[in-house]
């Protein structure tokens, strides 16, 4: 049983069109993180959120930390190819224990010019 | 933040053999992670590493097959053991950082391919 599910697993869209990945567990998270990963790359920290029902935005991607935060999404405004990549929410469940992550199964992003 | 750097960044190796693979951050840090990652796929965590303290495995690692040194606070190894072909995988290190809570960053990865 995978702790933290995310979905969709694969997305392949057009650019210019918006779209939602989301996280879910039946588990209370301290934090969640979002990464990006290229090929060839490690996962690159894009944000960080602590509180339930925190929004965060990085320029076209808009982070939100559930109000129970036992889920997040990641919405990406008007999608350009640069977005494509494989896309990581990670959970720490207690404070004490933060540095330890959980992660989720990943969304493979595909943007087509 | 932390800016990490892992080598060998690629290798090919032979079935039986072992192959040490190097983490080094350019700032002290407590705590270090090593995963897996097969190719598209997420990420597994295979041992946390403390200075100064036997390495923490997770379950489905074993030190025997996985065994790691954590020399001083910038630096860490991950040996692969005795390997064969399903140990073919991207190899990954991190570093915990305090920030917005604790965040994870992450070294280029190894692509290990076992032949």
């Known amino acids: 049983t995978q702790l933290l599910e995310q979905s969709p697993q694969f997305l392949s869209i057009q650019e210019g069109e918006n779209l939602t990945v989301y996280c879910n567990s039946s588990s209370v998270f301290s934090s969640l993180q979002w990464y990006r990963q290229e090929p060839g790359e490690g996962p690159v920290l894009l944000v960080t959120v602590v509180t339930g029902g925190e929004v965060k935005k990085l320029k076209r991607l808009t982070f939100q930390f559930g109000d129970a935060r036992k889920d997040s999404s990641l919405h990406i405004t008007a999608a350009q190819p640069g977005d494509t990549g494989l896309y990581l929410c990670?959970?720490?469940?207690?404070?004490?224990?933060?540095?330890?992550?959980?992660f989720g199964q990943g969304t493979r992003l595909t943007i087509n010019p | 933040s932390a800016v990490i750097s892992q080598k060998p960044s690629r290798d090919i190796c032979q079935r039986g053999t072992s192959l040490t693979i190097q983490c080094q951050v350019d700032?002290?840090?407590?705590?270090m992670f090593w995963y897996r990652q097969q190719p598209g796929q997420s990420l597994t965590l295979i041992a946390t590493?403390?200075?100064?303290?036997?390495?923490?495995?997770e379950s489905g690692f074993v030190i025997d097959k996985f065994p790691i040194s954590r020399p001083n606070l910038t630096f860490s190894t991950l040996t692969v053991s005795n390997m064969s072909p399903e140990d073919s995988s991207i190899y990954l290190c991190?570093?915990?950082?305090?920030?917005?809570?604790?965040?994870?960053?992450f070294g280029p990865g190894t692509r290990l391919t076992v032949t």
């Open positions: 991190s570093v915990s950082v305090m920030g917005v809570g604790y965040e994870q960053y």
């Open positions: 590493a403390n200075q100064g303290s036997e390495a923490t495995y």
């Open positions: 700032s002290q840090v407590t705590m």
């Open positions: 990670a959970g720490a469940l207690t404070p004490q224990g933060a540095q330890k992550l959980v």
